[in-house]
């Protein structure tokens, strides 16, 4: 049978027993009849089984110098613990900011890597359908990652609200992706947003384009990693 520890309400009643006074009332200086320390500290410590615990109780509560023992004992412990439930809380808080910024970090990663900006502000706007043409002097193609799921396209200049249609060609002009989008003016800048798939896609050299509904295409070189 698993013995029975007592527990803080156990021992509220043990102090109850002692009552005050104590440390002074019953000097007992041969100590007669004293458990050993370890006894006084097991009980103060919550170590010792309840039914071992009990037959000291009434020696306890009429020997001053094993009740400033106990006293000093359960000091002792009772400090322990709440700097353990302190350590303990910490590492908590600690283990859980950890937790939530690797969390927040990914999800971050996540954000960035899912959407993709691209600025075509300043890029040479080329008209027409050249699947193999490459970028002009002085400017690299623009580039996007797999994992990209929405694109941000920062329109020309001279770009007009309203609706944009988009595509994606392989170099041999074959459509990798076809979608469209509504442009929209903030703050100066006219931007479309659209919803892109490029997982099933391969490495290499792409073609963007974009155009306003019933106009040319302006197209631009796309690296797609």
């Not at 941000?152 to 392989?170: A, W």
Request: glycine share 8%; net charge positive; with cysteine.
């Amino acid at each position: 049978m698993k013995e029975k520890f007592y527990s803080d309400k156990d021992e509220k009643r043990i102090l109850a027993a002692l009552g005050r006074g104590l440390s002074q009332e019953y000097p007992n200086p041969d100590r007669v009849g004293c458990p050993r320390s370890g006894v006084v500290r097991d009980i103060a410590f919550h170590k010792l089984p309840l039914a071992q615990a009990e037959p000291w109780l009434d020696h306890l509560s009429s020997c001053s110098p094993c009740y400033r023992d106990y006293s000093g004992f359960r000091d002792t412990y009772q400090f322990r613990r709440k700097t353990t439930f302190l350590a303990i809380a910490v590492c908590v808080l600690i283990v859980g900011f950890v937790g939530s910024r690797t969390l927040i970090q990914k999800q971050q990663q996540n954000h960035l890597a899912q959407n993709a900006l691209l600025d075509l502000r300043d890029r040479s706007v080329t008209r027409g359908i050249e699947p193999g043409s490459e970028a002009l002097p002085g400017e690299r193609p623009l580039e996007v990652t797999h994992q990209v799921t929405h694109l941000n396209l920062y329109l020309p200049n001279d770009s007009s609200e309203g609706p944009y249609e988009v595509r994606i060609l392989r170099p041999s002009g074959e459509s990798l992706l076809i979608t469209s989008g509504v442009a929209k003016r903030d703050r100066g800048i006219v931007s479309l947003q659209v919803v892109v798939s490029l997982a099933p896609a391969g490495r290499g050299p792409y073609v963007l384009q974009i155009r306003r509904s019933g106009l040319e295409w302006n197209y631009y070189p796309l690296i797609l990693q």
